[in-house]
């Protein structure tokens, strides 16, 4: 049985529909759990395929799980290297947190200021249409990291549970447990026996993008895949979310970066 049975994530770039002849799976590469898409045709061989969409597996229709998984094993070096690649390519230039410094926040623009304090930090909400801010109360320069992510923890813990209230509303479901993720390479995760998990860094996206990802991780409580059924829920939820998962796909690129 995979690690991961009865728990989904989505990851950074997210998954397109699959094929009626492909299938989501995972495999345990180390101390790592990685997902990829098992695509059968009429080919001779195994190949083993990583691009933005991550790994991707074509095989012969004959040919037994084990012996393709064995060849993912048997890569596992090569798979771990170029998934971390290309995740690695999608990283923003790392940010110097200093006082008049921009960062996205929910589709506005929000600036850091700085001042002397003993690490706490204040939000200022803009008023009158004026962009919000927020300000860090800071013993030393080097502390701005660790409290502009506790300040924007914060903020995603005040937002998201309402989002998934209302979209489990729409499910005529009960709201399940949240918490907040720190993952490097997924914006959210399902889990029937846990909960969801969201990646607090989606604040930094516009409220549609956060909608999205909740919807999306809300669908895996009725398929816990990327089959056609789990999109139809998806569309049911947020009937757009071509059009955010593409838009998410470009933000993740500029997710912004710092020293923590």
């Given at each position: ?31 790592r759990i990685v997902p990829y898409v098992l695509r059968r045709s009429r080919r001779r061989s195994i190949g083993l395929q990583i691009d933005h969409r ?207």
């Amino acid at each position: 049985m995979s690690p991961l049975s009865g728990q989904t994530e989505l990851p950074f770039g997210d998954r397109t529909p699959l094929a009626e002849n492909e299938v989501a799976r995972t495999i345990a590469l180390g101390d790592r759990i990685v997902p990829y898409v098992l695509r059968r045709s009429r080919r001779r061989s195994i190949g083993l395929q990583i691009d933005h969409r991550g790994l991707r597996i074509a095989a012969p229709v004959r040919a037994s799980l084990v012996d393709v998984e064995a060849l993912i094993r048997k890569h596992g070096d090569w798979v771990a290297q170029k998934l971390d690649a290309w995740r690695s390519r999608r990283r923003a230039e790392p940010l110097s947190i200093s006082d008049g410094v921009q960062l996205p926040l929910l589709g506005e623009t929000l600036t850091i200021r700085t001042a002397p304090g003993n690490n706490r930090f204040v939000w200022h909400d803009g008023e009158n249409g004026s962009p919000p801010g927020l300000t860090l109360q800071l013993r030393a320069p080097t502390d701005a990291g660790r409290v502009l992510e506790r300040a924007l923890r914060e903020r995603a813990l005040t937002l998201f549970p309402s989002r998934l209230a209302e979209y489990a509303r729409r499910l005529e479901l009960p709201t399940p447990p949240l918490a907040l993720s720190s993952a490097r390479t997924r914006w959210g995760s399902c889990s029937r026996a846990t909960g969801i998990r969201l990646n607090w860094r989606l604040v930094h996206f516009p409220l549609h993008i956060v909608d999205y990802v909740v919807a999306h991780e809300l669908a895996h409580l009725l398929e816990m895949n990327h089959s056609r059924r789990f999109w139809a829920h998806v569309a049911t939820l947020y009937p757009d979310y071509r059009a955010a998962r593409a838009e998410l796909n470009a933000l993740a690129a500029t997710c912004p970066q710092w020293q923590r």
